[in-house]
């Protein structure tokens, strides 16, 4: 692969929701991580996050966590026996929610804030695509 064509598919790739992409072919291997935030939610006035914050109040916000690749979803993690998260759980940020496995690669499916979970938006054993909801929770530090 050359140089160019990577650059020409951080480009493609920077313009999705993509977090994780990785693509092998014989010995080359290539594995692209991408850091996305969730977008501003603005009101008439500003963001009205912002405002809330500085009056040392807490946010509390609803929170949909997203596929960041496609795969089957799981609850609990294949190999582990840790009962996954159920509703009213405290969960703290990078806590994993869930999975998502291609083959025998398992990607973590994680809280992006400390909050209280919701609830799986799918079934266990489904297969899920990119974007597609995965997990509800109230976030206390939710990202702004």
Do not use: W
């Amino acid at each position: 692969m050359q140089i160019e064509d990577i650059k020409t598919l951080i480009e493609q790739l920077d313009a999705t929701p993509i977090r994780e992409f990785e693509y092998t072919h014989g010995a080359e291997a290539l594995r692209l991580v991408f850091s996305r935030q969730p977008a501003i939610a603005q009101g008439e006035n500003g963001t009205a996050s912002a405002m809330a914050l500085q009056a040392d109040t807490v946010v509390r916000q609803a929170v949909v966590i997203r596929a960041q690749n496609v795969g089957i979803y799981t609850r609990g993690h294949p190999l582990g026996d840790m009962p996954p998260a159920s509703q009213g759980d405290l969960v703290l940020e990078g806590q994993h929610l869930g999975y998502i496995s291609v083959a025998s690669v398992v990607s973590a499916v994680q809280a992006p804030c400390r909050g209280r979970f919701g609830r799986h938006i799918v079934q266990d054993g489904c297969v899920v695509g990119y974007g597609d909801p995965l997990v509800e929770m109230e976030g206390v530090d939710a990202p702004s």
